[in-house]
């Protein structure tokens, strides 16, 4: 997780350089979903999303956590396409929402300012225990203002943290885009241990 906004300010380099494909302009309003199989859950992904490879967008990590990278190649944003990343791993010891929203935080402000948080909520779901974090910023290298969605998932020693991140638009766009985002979040099935 500590390492998720490095990844991020990457990704917003690589977009913004025109390093993403253009494709025909779609409504981020979504019908049609596909399955994704990441090892410890499935989740559904927009079938209008391309999933990126980590390692061949030069952005794997050291460390053994899985991450996934999908991007909304249809979107009518060229600069920065909304974006989704999921991180898997298996933690030792319990398992701190709290803890993970105060590093969040802090992990911000690198590449981050004026962080304001919208809301902070915890949830139990049949498949675990869900903690929704959504917050606007600005993106001090391109001085963009951005809306975030982070989930953290988390199901025994197993944690799934998802990050959503696109350029603030009008309060309409950004509840349809909370709304995908929450639709990809609650499509996770874990599978068993």
Same mark, same amino acid.
């Given at each position: 997780?500590?390492?998720?906004?490095?990844?991020? !300010?990457?990704? &917003?380099?690589?977009?913004?350089?025109?390093? =993403?494909?253009?494709? @025909?302009?779609? +409504?981020?309003?979504?019908n049609?979903?596909?399955?994704?199989?990441?090892?410890?859950?499935t989740?559904?992904?927009?079938?209008?999303?391309?999933?990126l490879?980590?390692?061949?967008?030069g952005l794997?990590?050291?460390?053994k956590?899985?991450?996934?990278?999908?991007?909304n190649?249809?979107?009518?944003?060229?600069?920065?396409?909304?974006?989704?990343?999921?991180?898997?791993?298996q933690? !030792?010891?319990? &398992?701190?929402?709290?803890k993970?929203?105060? =590093?969040l935080?802090? @992990?911000?402000? +690198?590449?981050?300012?004026?962080?304001r948080?919208l809301s902070?909520k915890?949830?139990?779901t049949?498949?675990?225990?869900?903690?929704?974090v959504?917050l606007n910023?600005?993106?001090k290298?391109?001085?963009m203002?951005?809306?975030?969605?982070?989930?953290?998932?988390?199901?025994?020693?197993?944690?799934?943290s998802l990050?959503?991140?696109?350029?603030?638009?009008s309060?309409?766009?950004?509840?349809?885009n909370?709304?995908?985002?929450?639709?990809?979040v609650?499509?996770?099935?874990?599978?068993k241990p």
């Open positions: 997780m500590n390492n998720m906004y490095k990844y991020l !300010n990457v990704l &917003i380099f690589y977009f913004a350089s025109g390093c =993403a494909k253009d494709k @025909n302009s779609q +409504a981020n309003g979504v049609l979903y596909n399955s994704h199989d990441l090892g410890a859950l989740v559904q992904i927009p079938s209008t999303w391309e999933y490879n980590f390692a061949a967008q794997q990590s050291s460390n956590d899985k991450k996934y990278l999908f991007l190649t249809h979107s009518k944003d060229t600069v920065l396409r909304e974006t989704v990343i999921i991180e898997i791993a933690r !030792n010891g319990t &398992i701190s929402f709290s993970l929203e105060k =590093a935080l802090t @992990n911000m402000g +690198a590449g981050q300012d004026q962080i948080i902070s915890n949830f139990v049949q498949e675990g225990e869900l903690k929704i959504e910023c600005r993106n290298e391109f001085n203002k951005l809306e975030e969605i982070f989930a953290f998932y988390k199901r025994d020693k197993q944690l799934a990050l959503w991140t696109g350029l603030s638009h309060e309409s766009i950004n509840k349809n909370r709304e995908l985002f929450m639709q990809i609650h499509s996770i099935q874990w599978k």
